[in-house]
């Protein structure tokens, strides 16, 4: 008996909170809430209103709308509506956290920061704060609480020995046929055309260069990343003693061969530490943040209208 009044009491009063919260928004002078603006969601005792989603989420509408089109984008913005009000909720939850914690951010600091980082076109001052705000709360809940022994870093680098490699190195030499204007261009294609189907695997690559009056350049071993788009990855499927078809790029035509391959090291551990640390520390957390947002929202009042 007395748990069913406890229970009737507690819904009493969360519907009392929520008929406070809507008659002093449109009774008091300057609530901020207009007659065709609306209650969407309630966080304790702060309002989320129908303007403050579409605020939040104006862009990304812009976006959907030029991609999307009929009922595949009323689904898509349902969607999104409901995602950016959770992430509105949780801003809510959260900066209030910081509030009852008395974690705060100087004027001094914004403009600090802004100097450092200015603002993007769509972001107020205001919203840039409360982001800072909610950085040194996670700091304080959660980023100075997180350890990683060295220990776990070693076990880590040796559970995941594929992913601490040094990328494959290649020995190349090209022909390359320059051409920037288009007549040029045209005719640096032809050439290469030509060279590649007189090309035999057997043949002495600074002979057959010499025979088409082209020059060798000889790039020595580079990597993947070192090349142009095309070029790097033209090399992975190139074997060895082979010519490349012609490559287009900016510069006009290349002819690669791949005289060798350095297949890919291991990186020694004292290289990748500082990264494995980062990794481990990034994962753990966000599964503490995650705990700590559902234990805040498991404590707090909170009515979703939409």
């Not at 999104?80 to 956290?97: A, C, G, P, S, T």
């Not at 990328?167 to 640096?188: T, W």
């Not at 695997?201 to 070192?226: C, K, M, R, Y």
């Amino acid at each position: 008996m007395v748990e069913g009044f406890r229970l009737c009491l507690t819904n009493w009063s969360s519907r009392m909170l929520v008929a406070w919260v809507v008659l002093s928004l449109f009774l008091c002078p300057g609530a901020g809430l207009s007659l065709t603006d609306r209650i969407i969601a309630i966080v304790n005792k702060e309002v989320i209103t129908w303007s403050d989603l579409e605020h939040e989420i104006q862009d990304e509408y812009k976006r959907l709308k030029a991609k999307y089109q009929g009922e595949e984008l009323e689904r898509r913005y349902r969607q999104k509506q409901r995602e950016v009000l959770n992430n509105l909720i949780d801003d809510r939850l959260q900066l209030q956290e910081a509030k009852a914690k008395g974690i705060s951010i100087t004027q001094e600091e914004i403009d600090a920061a802004i100097r450092r980082t200015p603002l993007s076109l769509t972001q107020t001052e205001e919203e840039f704060g409360h982001q800072l705000l909610l950085k040194r709360l996670f700091d304080f809940e959660i980023r100075r609480n997180i350890l990683v022994e060295e220990e776990e870093l070693r076990r880590y680098y040796d559970a995941n020995p594929t992913l601490f490699l040094k990328p494959p190195q290649y020995r190349l030499k090209q022909i390359l046929l320059a051409g920037k204007e288009e007549f040029e261009r045209e005719r640096a294609r032809k050439k290469a055309q030509t060279i590649y189907a007189a090309w035999k695997p057997d043949t002495i690559l600074e002979d057959f260069a010499a025979q088409h009056l082209e020059h060798i350049s000889e790039l020595g071993w580079v990597q993947e990343n070192e090349l142009l788009d095309p070029l790097s990855q033209a090399v992975k499927e190139l074997k060895p003693g082979h010519l490349s078809s012609p490559i287009e790029t900016l510069l006009g035509f290349h002819l690669l061969v791949v005289e060798d391959i350095q297949q890919p090291q291991p990186l020694p551990f004292e290289e990748v530490e500082r990264d494995i640390r980062g990794t481990l520390m990034k994962q753990r957390s966000e599964e503490a943040y995650r705990n700590w947002l559902a234990d805040l929202k498991q404590k707090a009042f909170i009515e979703v209208k939409f």
